[in-house]
Each structure stands twice: as C-alpha cells, then as structure tokens.
C-alpha cells in the first residue's frame, strides 16, 4: 500500500510517463527489426573486454536465445508485457522483472551488433526508482535518476575540455569525414549529406557547432545545484537530441526518457488535480438525482 | 551541506547512501583510468581526438546486382546491419576471425536482409569502398574491393 494520497497520484503519473516511453522504445526497436527474436541466430557475438559483458557472455543466455526463437519471442513479449501489467497493478515485481528483462536485451543487442549503445541506458535508470514504493526512498531515487542525465552531458563536455579536443579547429571536420560518409555516398542530395558537406567545406563553422554543442552540454552543470532551469535544460535535451540527427546521423531519442525527472511534476498535478475535479463535477451532474 | 541530494540520502537509507558512493566512486575510478565498464558508463561524445585521414573506408552491399541504401533505412536497423559487418571484416583481415565464420555472418546478413524483404535475389555482393574527400566537402570512392560475392543456398 502507498502511505498517501498526494504519493499516490505522483507515483502513479511518474509510472505512466516513464513506462508509456520504455513501451513507445521497445515498439520503436520491434519496427526496427531488432528484438531478440527478429535478430535470429547471429554467427558469433562479439569478443567482449568488459567484465559484464564477458559475464554475461559466459552464462550463455545470449548464445542460447538467439538459437530458440520460441523462447527469444516469449523473452521480447515479456518487454511489452511487464511495463504494461506494472502500469495497471504497479505491482514492484513487474517492476524488478522489467529491470531483468530490459539489461538481459541491452547486453545482447551490444553484443550482436559489435559496438556498446549507450541509448538503452536511459529505460534501465528510469526503472530504478520504481523499484521502492517508500516515498522518501522513491523521491531520493527519482533525484538519483535526474542527476544521471545531468551527469551523461556534463561529463560529455568536460571530456571534451579535458581531453582538448574542444580546442582543435580540425576536430568536427575529422570526425564528419568520417561518421557522414555513407550518406555522403547513399544520399548525396539530401538534407543531413548538404550539411555534411558544408560542414567539412568550413572547418571554422564546423568548429563553431563542435564549441556551440560543447557549451549546451555544460550549461547541465548548472542542474546539480538548482532546479531552476530545468525546464530549459529539457528544451537544450531536446535541441541536442535534433541537432545530433541532422548533424550526426546520430539517433540518441531514446536518451530523452531521463528528461522526464526534469518535468515540473507539481505543476503536473495540480492539472491533473483539476481535471479529475472536473471530472467528479461531470459525473455528479449526470448522475439520477436519489430522493 | 544538510540540503544537498547525498546528504538526504545518508540521512534517509544508509545502504542506498553506500550503494550510490560506490558506484560514485567506481566512476570516478574508470574515468581516471579513461577506461569503461558496464555499469560505469563514460559519456565521452566524440571527445577522444579524431586524427585526420587520406581515405575513409565505406561497405557497399549489393543484392541482385542493386545497392543497398542502408542509410534510408531506420537507424537501429541500419547499425545492425553495417555494425556486425564493419567490426568482422577488420577482424578477419587481422586473422583473428576465420574464413568460416565470416561465412556464418555473411549467411546471417543475408538472411535477415531477406526477413526485412529487402531481398529478392540469392545473390550479395559486398565491396569494400575507399574513398577520400574534395575541398567542397563531396566524397568520391577511388577504390572498390569486393570482399564477397554471397550465393545463398
């Protein structure tokens, strides 16, 4: 049972929210032909250097479910399933199972593909909190969450001030050369190939998007000691998630599901608050008057 | 100091308040060493720095003759079709994947390809593409490699 009603409606909206997104992601990967299922037997999964992922490779599940395609279906139904049954009954076991489920796909899709995505990252943070229905706990943990995406850019542009890269004039245009090359070759005329190609022609204005990207990524810092701005650093998310696709052929839209934690949730539910008293007001004008 | 996020935590649930220093810690150990492990995530974005190139190295996959455009494809179904691919080939040339495993792999691609209906021929062809850049930002190829020419069974 949930101590209060105020916890109630919050825990409830935070579930909607984050779990309507992992089930919009996964359907997202089934379009993309990229369930464990649909991936088939891949020949061999690719020799791992972390520890996790050698662990992981150890166990066999990897190796064993891409061979039996009845149970690597029942494995992506489950991806569906327990978001689904954990948003009616918000049941924490659904939750855990989730959690499982979710970080059993994320090592085997890096495994098949031979390169470590960070994209899926998001959905396993987002679940943690869920896995507490104490209310301190749950806010402490929904905190923890918000603080990992600043921490994801902040991080990204520290790197690039540490590592000095930010400071060379060559770097975007180096590495435009070669992350754009196949659309330069498969899609010359289009939109994110005409960008490319200017780009690479202007080192300068490539530098200042290299900087400009650089500057948005820090400007998260600012979220570790007020919220203020978080309602622009969601925007800057955002801009950055669009920015990156254009001038990256970069899709990191699934990243988007830790700007959740910066939504102004009092706000929220004072909206929903009011709905729901419309709705009350509705139901008693409908209701047959008892004498 | 008492409102900060760790501090709430401490106050709140020492086993959480430990199980968050630690991974606090660990990233911060693998980010000193510039080294990653899951779950110790480094957000480098790019920040490594790119040296520049003569020639970029592209795969083209033909089947029936026709190519491929993957890159009009959906990015995660594009990744896993070029990414298995452009990881094996390398290895393969280094000796350390052999001859009948890139023959699984090529089976593999050709076989998911075909459950994406992207395929209506049993033949493949992959070329490996050398290409090198114009001061107008264009990309030509100089060199076209064929790696394999694939006929299903």
Redesign the interface.
Known sequence: MLPNKHFENDYRLKATLVFSFALLLFFMRFMNNVLVSQIGEVPFLFEQKEWTYRLFYQSSIAQWLTVHFIPAAMFDALLFFLPLVFMLTRSRLYVYGFSLIALIYFLLFNMAAGHHYHGMVGVLVMSVPFWSKNEERFNLLWQGARYYLLYIFASAALWKLLRGSAFEPEQMVNILKAQQLDVLLQQPGSLRAVIAQYLIAHPAVAHGVLVTNMLLQLSFVTGFFTKRFDVVLLVLCVVFVVANYFAMSIVSAELLILCIPLLNFKQLQRIQDVLMVKEDVAEEDIRPAVV | MEKT?LH??WK??KR?FAL?AIYITG?AWF?LRQH????F?????????????DT?I?Y?IKVDGK?V????L????K??I???L???IPLYESGK?SEH?MK??Y??LF??MA??RMVEDNTMTIEK?T?R?A?????E?INRETVINYVAE
């Not at chain 2, 990653?36 to 779950?39: A, G, I, Q, S």
Request: glycine share 4%; hydrophobic share 40%; aromatic share 16%.
């Open positions: 996020w709430r935590l709140a649930d959480l968050i990233l980010a990653e492990e899951f779950p995530l480094l957000y480098g974005m790019y920040s490594l720095k790119e040296k520049p190139q970029y592209a083209a190519e455009r993957y890159t009009t959906w990015d995660l179904q990744e896993m070029v990414s298995p452009t990881h094996a994947i495993e699984q792999l089976a593999w076989r998911y459950d994406m593409l290409c850049y001061p107008n930002g264009t990309a190829v």
